[in-house]
């Protein structure tokens, strides 16, 4: 597993960074490949990145002020999906968000993904709010949710 902001086998990591999201989410990317590029610029914000023999496989962004950190997203190729790649990744990150002092992290998570919900949920998450029409592509609603670190990590 890499840590972006330090080594990865890419030269410009937006790019693979992108076609992982475009080919991974039902509705395609979120983001476009200009707001990778962006994103991997800020100072506030990390990536873990999983890759296997040359195969990206996934990736969790977030970004950190003070003692929060707002996941922006956890992506599983769809090759990968269902193989615990993404519960072997959200460890990763509550392991190393633990380690900075992070005291909590949130998420968005679309209403109708059931999946993910139950694995953060697994993971410690909790459900917080809900915010009306959050997605586009199809528009649904959004999960906000919340894991306190030092709960998980005691």
Known sequence: MYYLKGNIPSKDPA???WCLSEESYLHGSPWSLKQFEVDLAQEKSEYLVLIEENQWIGFISYHWVLDEVDITHVVIHKEFQQQG???KMIDQLIKQIGEKKISQ???EVRVSNLNAQKLYEKKGF???N???NYYNHPKEDGV???LK???VNQ
């Open 15 to 17: 790019a693979p960074l």
């Open 85 to 87: 790649y993404g519960s």
């Open 105 to 107: 992290a949130f998420l």
């Open 126 to 128: 909790k459900t917080i």
């Open 130 to 132: 809900r915010r009306k």
């Open 144 to 146: 906000v949710m919340c």
């Open 149 to 151: 670190v030092k709960e």
